[in-house]
């Protein structure tokens, strides 16, 4: 009987057998399988790097631009201590005092050393007077008649200084730029 049962057994194990063309379909299927999945993998994989890097720029764009806020408030108290010495320059050649030649002396020393802390942080002043006029770098405060010699479009005077924070413009320079004779008129 037990030769019985393994005959039906064996000739069921037969029997479940693909035929021979039919061996190849479930094994392409499964190599299309497993090569989207790997495809899958691979394209999860890039993404993640991008992901990374995206992630690292990020960040280091943060430690680098992430006091922007307080270096232009620090440009305020820096313009005012621009138009003080302005002032006590223009006091000095007035009167040529001792005292004021000396505080002058103080507050310039002043500025230079905030000026030079600035920079070291990536703060740099942006140069305008005889560029061109470009609106992305100035904003345009008056025209006046350009000088003889002076294209008109180049900026004559500074209200204002610029600045760059690491390339990026932090502050726009307030600027007077010239214009034709012909239009200084009208």
């Known amino acids: 009987m037990e030769s019985n049962h393994n005959d039906t057994h064996g000739e069921n194990i037969a029997n479940d057998r693909p035929k021979d063309g039919a061996d190849e379909q479930p094994e392409d299927a499964l190599k299309a399988r497993l090569q ?18 995206r992630v690292q ?6 430690l680098k631009f992430g006091w922007e806020g307080v270096a232009q408030d620090l440009l305020q108290v820096l313009d005012n201590l621009e138009r003080t010495v302005d002032y006590l320059a223009s006091l000095q050649t007035a009167q040529a005092s001792g005292s004021i030649k000396v505080m002058m002396d103080g507050l310039q020393m002043v500025l230079s050393q905030f000026l030079q802390t600035l920079e070291r942080h990536g703060v740099r002043p942006e140069v305008a007077v005889g560029q061109p006029f470009d609106p992305n770098r100035h904003e345009a405060v008056t025209q006046e008649a350009a000088p003889e010699g002076t294209a008109p479009g180049i900026v004559l005077k500074e209200h204002q200084k610029g600045f760059s924070m690491h390339g990026r413009l932090l502050r726009p320079a307030r600027v007077v730029v010239s214009q034709s004779q012909s239009n200084a008129g009208s």
């Open 57 to 62: 720029k990020e960040r280091a764009d943060l």
């Open 36 to 53: 989207e999945q790997e495809n899958k993998y691979l394209y999860l994989y890039a993404e993640f790097e991008t992901f990374k890097k």
